[in-house]
């Protein structure tokens, strides 16, 4: 049973930073391709990084490029995403994700390439 845990939100002013967290079990880890989704209110769930299988290869959504750094610890079965320069429309519930198959990298991952879901953790930043 796939099981994916987030931790790691919280709240911070603009310009601080948070780094989020997922615990993965119930699987292979090293053979999914893992990323970060983030939800605010009243609009759709968008892709913020993957990490493709193998670990070589990342997307960002231009809107954090610069300022997110996705990582994992293969060791750990932990997906990492590191927040820096966080601006209030960072504000949003972020989802860790986990697919069991090749996702696409020519195109902006959709919430559709990923079967797996944490609950999400809450990032609220003040101005």
């Known amino acids: 049973q796939v099981q994916l845990v987030e931790s790691g939100g919280g709240s911070v002013q603009a310009g601080g930073s948070l780094r989020l967290s997922c615990a993965a079990s119930?699987?292979?880890?090293?053979?999914?391709?893992m990323g970060w989704f983030r939800q605010a209110p009243g609009k759709e769930r968008e892709g913020v990084a993957v990490?493709?299988?193998?670990?070589?290869?990342?997307y960002y959504a231009d809107s954090v490029k610069g300022r997110f750094t996705i990582s994992q610890d293969n060791a750990k079965n932990t997906l990492y995403l590191q927040m820096n320069s966080l601006k209030p429309e960072d504000t949003a519930m972020y989802y860790c994700?986990?697919?069991?198959?090749?996702?696409?990298?020519?195109?902006?991952?959709?919430?559709?390439?990923?079967?797996?879901w944490g609950q999400g953790t809450q990032v609220t930043v003040s101005s």
């Open positions: 994700a986990a697919a069991p198959w090749v996702v696409p990298r020519t195109r902006v991952p959709s919430p559709a390439d990923f079967a797996y």
């Open positions: 119930g699987y292979t880890y090293s053979g999914y391709c």
């Open positions: 990490s493709y299988i193998g670990g070589d290869s990342t």
